[in-house]
């Protein structure tokens, strides 16, 4: 079955029963009535309980480590560095990151050391006792001044805080310049945010019998916390199981602290035989677990007289913290989709991942795309000022269309559904007449604005790095269906999504399907990021269903005594199409099938076709697809007091079908409220490296006072020829363009363009101070 | 009454049932129902009443469980999400949430639906804001409360209009 | 994880105070728990005995007495929002709580340890100072009146001695012709505040007969605006004099740079606050603009 043949025949296809319905989640009953159970749920008999002794210094050589009080308190173990068995190293693309330093700290809140006890208050008293001596170094904070610095290097070894460098040169941005008529330049800057997942990160990790340990944990991505947790402990990866329980909320920050977090406790279960647990406090989860890099983005965008862009020349430059965790790989989606969903003929772009004494960063839903979104998008808005003319429609001049090429000069054959979900934007919102009036009223001490920004995210992985989906499905003799798959369910509804693609394919109702996931038992199916758990996760659902779906038709042919082509399976049924009434039940089906040899069990590999990416020159295959978005925020500014609320956003998505509206909603009404948050509230704050505000009461995440109305999506249904029924990713779309759509609905409203965000009442304040619009009280 | 390190006896109804318990004095109500009782519905998040998680009703009344010293409840009615519904028998503030697709990743599900419910005991027709405001004291970070907020209407419907029959 | 210590639950206001007494100051007394539970969780004090106040009846009520209304510290946050005494009689105060903390804070925090922690942030500060309320101190020697401008002493420091309790708030009620408004300035819904201003004001003839003024969290402790008011007080009530006194508010005040805000910020919201809370006030008191 080729792939192509399956996308016309999901075309042909005139309904679903179950794809593009609302199905309920499969996973609702057991967290309504509170029987869900996380990771902290598992405290078993005897277990040991950890805690971090965490380094309270940026910078600094550790000479000696005292545990001598810490141990006198009673059954207290403690493990450092020279306790590992294994390989000393958690770093992700590149091998920087010890999961407990020998030598040195790199930031304030790095885990120097775990104790471990059988009650947690011990644990918790013998952790402050621990005595670490530093030789205390001099510290680096901002990125700037790191990237110039070889004096203070975070890693001495490196010869220098950069840690990585990305390009892209297409065409000639010099001549793109000397083209334009109007040129626009700017820089913009944006700060940390902290994924803060009401679950907390932890493990808890069981030594079995045999050597190896078993790790329930709150994780993205088993596999990979399989291989990290057997590479520190020294054992073959099949020594290691890894389950999720049901895990509260990931937003990329659990990919990447699962893996640690799993060592961590595994490192003591390993050594002292006795299950550990370990969960990270709410202050632990602020000043010891990744955030979403903070970012300068320096942007330069020329166009004609009639709005069409000509150049852009971006430089970007990611604050990565202590170590670099994803920041290679989030700074390469940064600088790929640096030029917004538009085509752009000319494009320089140059990216920089920096070493600070921080905190250090990493996966966080958008992945670098928010960080130049914004940028990109409020120079878009400037722009067609200088032109006089409106954002909509130097927005419709310039989007990507089926046969455009990105700034990597990658060709988008089809799929490319942006032009006409702005268009439907644009009218369902009133937009231009909104803008005009807004603009022109500008009176009053509280000032309506309306923005809008657009987004687009490469679907997998980047460039080559290869990318595959892979399942397997099990029919029960008793026609109970069983889904197997590394994706997890992290919150966003992907096993409810893998149930409804089993059940289409294979004509059953939902109920029918149980959805195992999350384990290092399922097949490798990649992680739970790059919003690709229900599209690309999904692909090796439908394509194990499918074959059995063959295998069935094939034995149902046989007991209709017809053509398999002629069998029709749904609603658990299968009849002759020419004949429903001449039909066998589902369950008697699949009893039939194993009785006459079939094999019920298939795996579903999917190896995702990428093309060739020419690292030099930064140009070639980025990604297999792209999703779109676009968001129409409308806000109210007061400006005696600088503070901005979100009243009504309005999104639309072009992600391919949708395989469940209620989900998909739900995605981009989180989405826009962390994004909101990302723009307006939320706000890491720093000094000499140690974070002031590690909890929340002064870390501000949106309430349920805050969020705005989200207005019902515009779907325009742009079918991907890969994807499960021809579905793109969701999750991560609908923060990407958020910071921007407020901000360009803030200058609409006030006259005032703000570059940094977060955009707290005292910046935007002051900012109208500057610019005149407010006079000083 | 007083008592020192060892332990102290504390008496309350759990979901309807007479619960004893000796504890500590220093045990807050959320170590005491995870702990002691192992009511794991009730979450432990920042155990310092920022973020909503470990919320029960005592009396009827919202409150955070990481605030309240165990022996504090003493004599007191305290209800978890175990006493509202079960799956067999879901209060229709669990349905709506279901149905309404306002359960994401489940961890703060137990405490809206207590608040909800605490909500709709007291005023069985709020108004939008009414809800807002009602779970403001409770985090989530996955849904951006407007599926949450929907379901608690439709369950105020709901039973209002089977007041109504 | 919290610190060990003895619980104690007096029953009545009497045995606490004896209890509180003997103890000395290694005692320190819970109500609601949203200020002692956070404090020994951040390891800020460690008492070695605990002494629970939120069974006491006595001092759990609002009680109308023609011209003031009385309420026990012990009456919690919700209880006054939910109260009509207070909506009628004091509806400046109705106004903070309303915008306090959350609906699961409200249920157990009191109003007596809302100014007992003496937080320059207290919500109910304000409103409580523009309306010249009485505190009633009980302790071993017996009971005193505290007017609420002397109470706080600092940061997290009140007039209180060792063994005492605060009992009561008494506060005059609203007379015709006045009118009050609280506002305050938060990143967030349900945050602390950044900066918090209340007033009452009295018109008569055109005329501000009278008009008291009180911020939070821009000085050590909650205070009042004596500067603005003396630019108030028997002047025509204008918009221009009352703008112009508003911004006598930066004289006043003495704001901190903290995480919440900086000082330069502070300094320009106080003056805004200020200048909205007398506006509402003004208007609430149904005297037209002179």
């Given amino acids: ?777 | 009454m007083r008592a020192g390190g060892g332990g102290i006896v504390v008496r309350f109804t759990l979901n309807g049932r007479e619960v004893e318990v000796t504890t500590r004095p220093n045990a807050t109500l959320l170590d005491l129902l995870r702990n002691e009782l192992k009511i794991l519905s009730v979450r432990r998040g920042c155990e310092t009443g920022e973020c909503g998680m470990c919320t029960v009703l005592v009396d009827g009344l919202p409150v955070r469980s990481c605030l309240m010293l165990a022996p504090q409840v003493d004599g007191r009615s305290v209800t978890t999400v175990e006493g509202v519904g079960d799956p067999e028998r879901l209060h229709p503030v669990q349905e709506a949430f279901v149905e309404a697709g306002a359960v994401q990743c489940g961890f703060c599900t137990p405490a809206m639906v207590l608040t909800a419910k605490a909500l709709l005991d007291r005023d069985p027709n709020p108004d939008e804001r009414t809800v807002k405001e009602a779970i403001l004291g409770v985090l989530c970070r996955c849904t951006g409360y407007a599926k949450i907020v929907r379901a608690v209407r439709l369950a105020a419907e709901r039973v209002a209009g089977g007041v109504r029959e | 994880m919290l610190p060990e210590f003895e619980y104690h639950r007096p029953a009545s206001l009497e045995e606490a105070v004896r209890l509180l007494s003997e103890l000395g100051p290694d005692a320190k007394v819970i109500a609601g728990g949203t200020d002692l539970v956070v404090k020994m969780r951040a390891g800020l004090v460690s008492p070695r005995h605990v002494v629970d106040l939120s069974r006491l009846t006595e001092i759990r009520f609002i009680r109308d007495e023609g011209d003031r209304l009385k309420i026990g510290a012990g009456t919690t946050l919700w209880e006054i929002e939910n109260s009509r005494e207070v909506a009628r009689g004091v509806p400046v105060l109705r106004e903070a709580v309303e915008e306090m903390a959350s609906w699961h804070v409200k249920t157990t925090a009191t109003i007596g340890g809302n100014l007992c922690n003496a937080s320059p942030a207290a919500d109910a500060a304000p409103p409580l100072m523009v309306h010249d309320a009485t505190l009633v101190v009980v302790g071993p020697e017996g009971r005193r009146e505290v007017p609420i401008g002397e109470f706080f002493t600092g940061p997290g420091q009140t007039v209180l001695g060792v063994g005492e309790i605060l009992a009561e708030v008494v506060v005059p009620k609203m007379r015709r012709g006045q009118g009050a408004a609280f506002e305050k300035l938060t990143v967030r819904e349900g945050a602390l505040s950044i900066a918090s201003a209340a007033a009452l004001v009295e018109i008569s003839g055109g005329r501000f007969v009278d008009a008291r003024v009180a911020l939070g969290a821009v000085a050590p402790t909650p205070i009042r605006a004596l500067k603005v008011e003396r630019a108030l007080k028997g002047r025509p009530a204008t918009r221009e004099i009352l703008r112009s006194a508003s911004r006598e508010a930066k004289a006043d005040i003495k704001p901190i740079t903290d995480v919440r805000g900086s000082r330069e910020y502070r300094e320009e919201m106080s003056v805004v606050l200020v200048r909205r809370a007398l506006e509402r006030a003004v208007e609430r008191a149904g005297g037209a603009w002179a």
């Fill in chain 1, 1 to 777: 079955m080729s792939s192509s043949s399956v996308l016309e025949e999901i075309r042909r296809a005139e309904e679903f029963l179950v794809v593009g319905k609302g199905v309920r989640r499969i996973d609702a009953l057991d967290k309504v009535t509170g029987r869900a159970r996380f990771t902290g749920d598992f405290v078993l008999k005897d277990a040991l309980h950890v805690r971090l002794v965490k380094s309270p210094i940026p910078h600094g050589r550790i000479i000696e480590i005292d545990a001598e009080r810490a141990l006198s308190l009673g059954p207290v173990r403690f493990f450092t560095a020279a306790d590992i068995p294994g390989e000393n190293q958690v770093g992700y693309a590149l091998p920087d990151q010890p999961l407990l330093p020998a030598d040195k700290v790199r930031y304030v809140g790095e885990p120097v050391a775990l104790v471990a006890a059988p009650d947690e208050d011990l644990a918790e008293k013998a952790a402050e006792l621990v005595e670490v001596r530093y030789e205390e170094l001099p510290a680096v904070f901002d990125p700037l001044e790191a990237m110039e610095r070889s004096d203070v290097l975070v890693h001495e070894d490196r010869g220098t805080n950069i840690a990585e460098m990305t390009r892209v040169r297409k065409g000639n941005v010099e001549r793109g310049f000397e083209e334009s008529d109007v040129v626009v330049e700017n820089t913009y800057r944006t700060g940390h945010q902290e994924h803060a997942p009401l679950e907390t990160e932890g493990a808890v990790a069981i030594p079995d019998t045999q050597g190896g340990v078993t790790v329930i944990a709150s994780i993205q991505y088993p596999h990979l916390c399989q291989r990290i947790t057997a590479r520190v402990l020294g054992l073959p990866h099949s020594m290691v199981r890894v389950v999720q329980p049901y895990v509260g909320g990931g937003f990329g920050g659990k990919d990447d602290m699962g893996p640690v977090v799993s060592a961590m406790a595994a490192l003591v279960a390993f050594k002292t035989g006795k299950p550990a647990v370990l969960v990270y406090s709410r202050r632990d989860s602020f000043t010891s677990t990744c955030k979403r890099d903070p970012s300068v983005v320096r942007y330069k965008t020329g166009a004609t007289r009639d709005g069409r862009l000509k150049a852009i020349e971006v430089q970007i430059i990611l604050d990565s913290g202590a170590y670099a965790n994803r920041g290679p790989y989030v700074l390469w989606r940064a600088t790929m989709h640096a030029g917004g969903p538009y085509e752009v003929p000319n494009a320089k772009v140059d990216g920089f991942l920096v070493y600070t004494n921080k905190v250090f960063e990493g996966s966080f839903r958008g992945f670098g795309n928010p960080q130049v979104q914004f940028a990109a998008e409020s120079q878009l808005d400037e722009l067609a000022e200088r032109l006089g003319m409106d954002p909509l429609e130097i927005r419709l001049k310039n989007l990507l269309r089926p046969g455009s090429r990105t700034i990597t000069d990658q060709l988008l054959e089809s799929s490319v559904g942006i032009y006409e979900a702005v268009k439907l934007l644009g009218e369902k919102t009133g937009f231009r007449a909104k803008w005009r009036e807004y603009r022109r009223e500008r009176a009053g001490r509280v000032r309506r604005g309306i923005g809008i920004a657009c987004g687009y995210h490469g679907i997998s992985t980047s460039r080559g790095v290869p990318d595959w989906s892979n399942a397997t499905v099990i029919l029960g003799r008793d026609g109970s269906v069983t889904v197997e798959t590394g994706i997890c369910e992290i919150g966003q509804g992907s096993w409810t999504a893998h149930a409804q693609i089993a059940a289409e394919v294979l004509g059953v109702p939902v109920e029918r399907v149980k959805v195992v996931g999350g384990t290092s038992d399922a097949p490798d199916t990649g992680a739970t990021h790059a919003s690709r758990g229900s599209s690309i996760g999904g692909i090796g659902v439908y394509v194990a269903a499918r074959r059995l779906r063959e295998r069935l038709a094939d034995a149902a042919a046989r007991l209709l005594e017809c053509d398999p082509s002629d069998v029709e399976i749904r609603e658990g049924r299968a009849f002759r199409r020419d004949n429903p009434d001449d039909y066998v039940e589902w369950e008697e089906l699949v009893q039939a099938a194993y009785g006459m040899g079939y094999e019920m069990s298939a795996t579903g590999y999917f190896f995702l076709p990428k093309g060739k990416f020419d690292m030099e020159r930064g140009l070639g295959y980025a990604y297999p697809a792209f999703s779109y978005i676009a968001n129409v925020a409308e806000v109210e500014v007061d400006l005696e007091t600088g503070k901005v609320r979100v009243v009504r956003v309005w999104p639309a998505l072009a992600a391919g079908r949708i395989l469940n509206p209620v989900l998909v909603e739900g995605q981009i009404e989180g989405a826009i409220a962390q994004g909101m948050g990302y723009a307006l509230t939320e706000e890491l704050k720093f000094e000499d490296g140690r974070i002031l505000n590690p909890n929340f009461t002064d870390y501000l995440i949106p309430t349920s006072l805050d969020v705005p109305e989200v207005e019902e999506p515009i779907y325009v249904e742009d079918l991907y020829e890969y994807g499960p029924f021809g579905a793109k990713g969701v999750g991560e779309m609908a923060l990407i363009p958020t910071p921007a759509a407020i901000m360009n609905a803030v200058k609409n409203a006030t006259g005032v363009r703000i570059t940094e965000i977060p955009a707290t009442p005292e910046k935007v304040y002051f900012a109208l101070r500057r610019a005149g619009v407010v006079a000083g009280e």
